[in-house]
């Protein structure tokens, strides 16, 4: 089982779903996975159009020609403890 969700995943999903049952879902599906939460989430069905307006809203760089963008911004800010997504 994968550790503790971190403040910036949850704070994601709360950001992608105002619904409450529908973001328990998606917590304990990544919880038992061991993919990051973008991978899990789309594995679920949330769209990418879904994703990618939720990590624009919390300043996220999600355009590939840009240079400061990352492949999966959520995972990358995770893994390298950043409190905030890269911008």
Request: proline fraction near 7%; charge should be negative; glycine fraction near 6%.
């Amino acid at each position: 089982m994968r550790p503790k969700i971190s403040s910036l995943e949850s704070a994601f999903l709360v950001a992608v779903t105002s619904d409450f049952s529908t973001r328990f879902k998606y917590k304990g599906a990544f919880m038992q996975s061991s993919d990051s939460l973008l991978t899990v989430l789309r594995g679920l069905g949330v769209s990418e159009s879904e994703i990618e307006q939720t990590l624009h809203s919390m300043g996220s760089v999600t355009d590939p020609h840009d240079p400061n963008a990352t492949p999966d911004p959520l995972d990358y800010a995770v893994q390298n403890g950043l409190s905030k997504l890269p911008a």
